[in-house]
Nanobody, 120 residues
Framework: QVRLAESGGGLVQAGGSLRLTCAGS??????MGWFRQAPGKEREFVAA????????DYSDSVKGRFTISNDNAKNTVYLQILSLKPEDTAVYYCAAAYSIGGLRRGYDVWGQGTQVTVSS
């Protein structure tokens, strides 16, 4: 069974850091990404990686503070988050795509999400 499992969320103070982990099982994917959904808002793209080339893409709102990386041996991607802000509060979802395509859309498999809450 294909599955993505996120972990690493929590409650942190503004300025703090977290590392989110997405562990894949069942198969490997070339495109994997992170999205987030804040209360009352639509889910938005955060970051993604094309694992075969290491190419990454970030939304403007997180560029410079978030870093996506992967461990092919473990079929795992990470999202390192620095300098957390209250507006980063959201449920963070990991996603993976079966097909070749852009990094910001077209994902087929989603994790259950992990809550990140940033206090001011």
């Amino acid at each position: 069974q294909v599955r993505l499992a996120e972990s690493g969320g929590g409650l942190v103070q503004a300025g703090g850091s977290l590392r989110l982990t997405c562990a894949g099982s069942g198969r490997t994917f070339d495109r994997m990404g992170w999205f987030r959904q804040a209360p009352g808002k639509e889910r938005e793209f955060v970051a993604a990686i094309r694992r075969s080339t290491g190419y990454t893409d970030y939304s403007d709102s997180v560029k410079g503070r978030f870093t996506i990386s992967n461990d092919n041996a473990k079929n795992t991607v990470y999202l390192q988050i620095l300098s957390l802000k209250p507006e980063d509060t959201a449920v963070y979802y990991c996603a993976a795509a079966y097909s070749i395509g852009g990094l910001r859309r077209g994902y087929d498999v989603w994790g259950q999400g992990t809550q990140v809450t940033v206090s001011s």
